[in-house]
């Protein structure tokens, strides 16, 4: 049985059973995905701050329109390559670039950096 299929008839106790020991083992498969997903965010905020110190250090502006603009292009190329929504993958980046670019403004503002946009 293909677990991408909806059964054609009830299932028995066994089959049911048999369903949800899949479900199980699959759900772990996703939490394992998500706690590497976690640590890889993680470890890419650890990177952002030092961009966000170092910007704030020397006056520079929080946000970079071109760099977001080539990220954008390369992620919705690999989001291609692997069968993944670019549109998904788009949403997904500015989703975590939006929260980078307010930790920035933070740090700037937290060590009296003039504040840029
Ligand atoms: C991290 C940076 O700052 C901002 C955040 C980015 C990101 O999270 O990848 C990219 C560009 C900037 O708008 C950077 O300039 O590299």
Avoid at 4 to 31: C, K, Y
Avoid at 37 to 58: D, N, S, W, Y
């Amino acid at each position: 049985m293909d677990v991408n299929e909806p059964a054609a008839a009830a299932p028995n106790s066994e089959e049911t059973a048999w369903a949800l020991r899949q479900l199980e083992n699959i759900r772990e498969s996703i939490d394992n995905v998500d706690a590497a997903l976690i640590h890889l965010l993680a470890e890419r905020f650890k990177f952002t701050q030092q961009v966000g110190r170092l910007k704030a250090r020397h006056g520079l502006p929080a946000a970079d329109l071109d760099r977001e603009a080539r990220q954008i292009k390369r992620l919705r190329g690999l989001a291609e390559e692997a069968h993944l929504d670019p549109e998904f993958a788009e949403k997904f980046l500015g989703f975590i670039v939006a929260e980078v670019i307010h930790h920035h403004v933070k740090i700037a503002n937290d060590t009296g950096a003039i504040p840029t946009p």
